[in-house]
């Protein structure tokens, strides 16, 4: 069964960092394409970062040298560093696959909610 | 690419079609996909490549178009289907329309 599990969200300050990682179940990170997406509260959805199964990296241009993902193919992972945290990145972040390069997302995970605020 | 939905509320009745738009700032070609969205849940994946329904989505459920102008048409409306409905186009990376909240008239 394919499961992907969110963690590390909580509250934190404008200009702190938190870091998110996505536990994948099912099948292996390093052979498909494992996204961030969030969703602020009462808004739409906003595509964050990839990590594509070759390991390279893209990123919506609002955290673009802020935010790194990464993933760990021995604990079947993908994290998402966040730091220099503004107001506006508070949203429910969920990680999804996409199984290929142009390939839209067949699975989610629930989410993890980050607010940051003072 | 920037997707743009419309209209952003549409009010039907059960029964009833319902008729979503989407359109991309630039070709798309056929790399589009729709998701539906209830109330504290996850997204659903319902239509991809503009037209293929997912494992599991009802043959109601229809998406056409091509390019830069697509639609999701709800035919028959039940009452699970109202939610919010979002188009993505996964050509250049991922990005989504704002939503069409689909409610009960």
């Known amino acids: 069964e394919v499961q992907l599990v969110e963690s590390g969200g909580g509250l934190i300050q404008p200009g702190g960092s938190l870091r998110l990682s996505c536990a994948v179940s099912?099948?292996?990170?390093?052979?498909?394409?494992i996204n961030w997406v969030r969703q602020a509260p009462g808004k739409g959805l906003e595509w964050v970062s990839v990590i594509y199964s070759s390991g390279s990296t893209y990123y919506a241009d609002s955290v673009e040298d802020r935010f790194t993902i990464s993933r760990d193919n021995a604990k079947n992972t993908v994290d998402l560093q966040m730091n220099t945290l503004r107001v506006g990145d508070t949203a429910l972040y969920y990680c999804?696959?996409?199984?290929?390069?142009?390939?839209?997302?067949?699975?989610w995970g629930q989410g993890t909610l980050v607010t940051v605020s003072s | 690419i920037v997707m743009t939905q419309s209209p952003a509320t549409l009010s039907v009745s059960p029964g009833e079609r319902a008729t979503l738009s989407c359109r991309a700032s630039q070709s798309a070609m056929s790399n589009l996909a729709w998701y539906q969205q209830k109330p504290g849940q996850t997204p659903r994946l319902l239509i991809y490549?503009?037209?293929t329904r997912a494992t599991g989505i009802p043959a109601r459920f229809r998406g056409s178009g091509s390019g830069t102008e697509f639609t999701l048409t709800i035919n028959s409306l039940q009452s699970e289907d109202f939610a919010v409905y979002y188009c993505q186009q996964y050509h250049l990376y991922w990005t989504f329309g704002q939503g069409t909240k689909v409610e009960f008239k």
């Open positions: 099912g099948f292996s990170v390093n052979t498909n394409n």
């Open positions: 999804a696959r996409s199984a290929g390069g142009t390939y839209p997302f067949d699975y």
């Open positions: 490549g503009a037209s």
